[in-house]
């Protein structure tokens, strides 16, 4: 069987990822324009970019506006124990402030996240319907930008009734160790029951702003809701990750005798 020939952009791609896996190109670093380096090598500028493309979807280069491709300085995806965070042990970890905090230093990187706190008597639509707000129940709000390692990699806000959470540590920037699930177990609201809902969708223009990513980038949007074993929804979080730095795990424990 004759061997597939390997075009000339996955050819590229290997050539650029092996220079960028031992440090030729090293993090931070911008790549060659996509006209430059077609025009050197008399390719179809076409060919360069789906190149480029394809290290942009294994996660070692990021576009940023006004600068080109440049390599990722995290090197690759995040990878998100969808399951699992979600334990006691896993988001307290190092005395972490909740789940994210707690992957990401894992991982060998450094969180940060920029807090917004606020109350809210319009919440979203969806949000208010979930919380079962009245017209005139206003909602607290945490709206964060996560960063590792200085790159913002996700945006998230967070809603609580205002009548469980005003005055209480998720209405402070700094929610303490364990994040906000801690804080709803102190108050008497543990959650029993996480749902995520999850799609893949363009950003909106603030997003992609606050993402530092071309509008014409997927994103993965996780909206979580977290009950109480009554089954009150008790917080809603909307999550937005860029597609091309995050890789969601799930896992379940699976009884064989159901």
């Known amino acids: 069987m004759a061997k597939r020939a390997v075009p000339k952009w996955e050819q590229l791609a290997r050539e650029m990822r092996s220079k960028i896996e031992s440090g030729e190109y090293p993090r931070g670093s911008i790549l060659p324009q996509i006209k430059e380096l077609a025009s050197q090598r008399g390719w179809h500028h076409e060919t360069v970019r789906q190149a480029y493309l394809a290290l ?23 990878t998100r124990n969808s399951t699992g965070r979600w334990a006691a042990a896993a988001r307290t970890e190092g005395a972490a402030r909740g789940a994210f905090d707690a992957e990401i230093t894992r991982l060998g990187m450094t969180p940060r996240s920029e807090v917004a706190v606020g109350r809210t008597t319009s919440p979203p639509a969806r949000v208010a319907d979930l919380l079962a707000l009245e017209p005139s129940e206003g909602a607290v709000t945490r709206d964060r930008v996560m960063f590792a390692d200085d790159v913002p990699v996700q ?21 303490g160790p364990g994040g906000s699930l ?19 969708r363009q950003p909106t223009e603030a997003e992609a702003a606050g993402l530092d990513i071309p509008r014409d980038r997927p994103v993965i949007e996780i909206l979580r ?17 860029p597609s091309t730095l995050w890789t969601l795990t799930y896992t379940w424990d699976l009884d064989p005798k159901k």
């Open 225 to 241: 809701t977290g009950r109480t074993a009554e089954g009150r929804v008790i917080e809603v979080t909307l999550h937005i990750k």
């Open 155 to 175: 945006l998230a806000v967070s809603y609580y009734p205002a009548a469980v959470a005003d005055g209480t540590p998720l209405a402070e920037v700094d929610t």
């Open 56 to 78: 942009e979807t294994e996660g070692l280069v990021t576009v940023r506006k006004g600068q080109g491709t440049i390599v990722s300085p995290i090197l690759g995806k995040i």
């Open 182 to 200: 801690s804080r709803l177990a102190e108050l008497g609201w543990p959650v029993c029951e996480i749902t995520e809902q999850v799609e893949v």
